[in-house]
Protein backbone atom coordinates (compact mmCIF):
# COMPACT_ATOMS: atom_id res chain seq x y z
CA UNK A 1 0.00 0.00 0.00
CA UNK A 2 1.51 3.21 -1.17
CA UNK A 3 1.53 5.78 1.62
CA UNK A 4 2.86 9.38 1.49
CA UNK A 5 3.32 11.63 4.58
CA UNK A 6 4.24 15.07 4.14
CA UNK A 7 5.97 17.47 6.89
CA UNK A 8 7.85 20.56 7.48
CA UNK A 9 5.28 23.36 6.38
CA UNK A 10 4.57 26.25 8.42
CA UNK A 11 4.83 30.12 8.53
CA UNK A 12 8.05 32.04 7.35
CA UNK A 13 9.04 35.48 6.12
CA UNK A 14 9.60 36.44 2.38
CA UNK A 15 13.26 35.70 1.99
CA UNK A 16 13.20 33.14 4.22
CA UNK A 17 13.66 28.94 3.83
CA UNK A 18 11.74 25.87 4.27
CA UNK A 19 11.96 22.22 3.70
CA UNK A 20 9.69 19.98 3.44
CA UNK A 21 9.42 16.19 3.87
CA UNK A 22 7.18 13.16 2.47
CA UNK A 23 8.11 10.32 4.18
CA UNK A 24 7.12 7.23 1.54
CA UNK A 25 6.42 3.43 2.58
CA UNK A 26 5.24 0.64 0.55
CA UNK A 27 6.70 1.04 -2.84
CA UNK A 28 9.97 1.31 -3.82
CA UNK A 29 11.79 4.47 -4.40
CA UNK A 30 13.42 3.87 -7.75
CA UNK A 31 10.35 2.55 -9.39
CA UNK A 32 7.87 5.22 -9.45
CA UNK A 33 8.02 9.31 -10.18
CA UNK A 34 7.27 11.95 -6.96
CA UNK A 35 6.01 14.69 -7.64
CA UNK A 36 5.63 17.88 -5.39
CA UNK A 37 2.58 20.00 -6.14
CA UNK A 38 0.55 22.92 -4.49
CA UNK A 39 -2.48 24.63 -4.35
CA UNK A 40 -3.36 28.11 -3.23
CA UNK A 41 -7.01 29.28 -1.89
CA UNK A 42 -9.26 29.54 -5.45
CA UNK A 43 -6.68 28.06 -7.28
CA UNK A 44 -6.04 24.83 -9.01
CA UNK A 45 -3.43 22.40 -7.32
CA UNK A 46 -0.40 22.84 -9.68
CA UNK A 47 3.02 21.46 -10.45
CA UNK A 48 6.04 22.22 -8.52
CA UNK A 49 8.75 20.09 -9.21
CA UNK A 50 8.90 16.10 -10.09
CA UNK A 51 11.86 13.62 -9.74
CA UNK A 52 12.18 9.98 -11.02
CA UNK A 53 15.03 7.80 -12.19
CA UNK A 54 14.94 8.07 -16.20
CA UNK A 55 13.83 12.01 -16.86
CA UNK A 56 15.29 15.35 -16.09
CA UNK A 57 14.40 16.74 -12.45
CA UNK A 58 11.07 19.00 -13.43
CA UNK A 59 10.38 22.08 -11.69
CA UNK A 60 7.84 24.91 -12.38
CA UNK A 61 9.52 28.32 -14.32
CA UNK A 62 8.12 30.32 -11.07
CA UNK A 63 9.92 28.21 -8.32
CA UNK A 64 13.11 27.69 -10.78
CA UNK A 65 16.39 28.51 -9.16
CA UNK A 66 14.56 28.65 -5.31
CA UNK A 67 13.30 25.20 -4.86
CA UNK A 68 15.45 21.88 -4.82
CA UNK A 69 13.85 18.45 -5.07
CA UNK A 70 16.23 15.30 -3.53
CA UNK A 71 15.73 11.99 -2.49
CA UNK A 72 16.64 10.16 1.02
CA UNK A 73 17.21 6.18 -0.02
CA UNK A 74 17.89 5.58 3.46
CA UNK A 75 14.79 6.76 4.81
CA UNK A 76 12.71 6.44 1.98
CA UNK A 77 11.75 10.22 2.07
CA UNK A 78 11.87 13.03 -0.74
CA UNK A 79 12.84 16.93 0.44
CA UNK A 80 11.31 19.77 -0.93
CA UNK A 81 13.96 22.77 0.20
CA UNK A 82 12.53 26.16 -0.47
CA UNK A 83 14.20 28.90 -0.29
CA UNK A 84 13.96 32.84 -1.47
CA UNK A 85 10.56 32.53 -0.59
CA UNK A 86 7.75 34.77 -1.89
CA UNK A 87 4.25 35.21 -0.61
CA UNK A 88 2.82 33.81 -3.58
CA UNK A 89 4.81 30.26 -2.23
CA UNK A 90 1.55 30.43 -0.07
CA UNK A 91 0.04 27.18 -0.33
CA UNK A 92 -1.05 23.37 0.90
CA UNK A 93 1.83 21.60 -0.45
CA UNK A 94 1.06 17.66 -1.68
CA UNK A 95 3.26 15.03 -2.64
CA UNK A 96 2.20 12.71 -5.06
CA UNK A 97 3.51 9.12 -6.21
CA UNK A 98 2.83 7.14 -9.98
CA UNK A 99 4.80 5.55 -12.76
CA UNK A 100 6.36 8.70 -14.31
CA UNK A 101 6.24 12.86 -14.16
CA UNK A 102 4.03 14.90 -15.21
CA UNK A 103 2.34 18.05 -14.48
CA UNK A 104 -0.97 16.89 -14.50
CA UNK A 105 -2.39 16.09 -10.74
CA UNK A 106 -5.23 13.80 -13.06
CA UNK A 107 -1.80 11.58 -13.42
CA UNK A 108 -0.80 10.61 -10.68
CA UNK A 109 -2.74 8.31 -8.16
CA UNK A 110 -1.19 8.25 -5.01
CA UNK A 111 -1.21 11.84 -2.58
CA UNK A 112 -0.31 12.74 0.72
CA UNK A 113 -2.34 14.68 2.84
CA UNK A 114 -0.59 18.11 2.39
CA UNK A 115 1.14 20.91 4.77
CA UNK A 116 0.68 24.59 5.09
CA UNK A 117 3.15 27.03 4.01
CA UNK A 118 2.82 30.43 4.89
CA UNK A 119 4.73 32.98 3.60
CA UNK A 120 4.39 36.39 5.03
CA UNK A 121 6.04 39.19 7.24
Known amino acids: QVQLVESGGGLVQPGGSLRLSCATSGFILDDYAIGWFRQAPGKEREAVSCINMVEPTYYADSVKGRFTISRDYANNTLYLQMNSLKPEDTAVYYC???????????????WGQGTQVTVSS
Open 96 to 110: AADLVCSTYPTDFSS
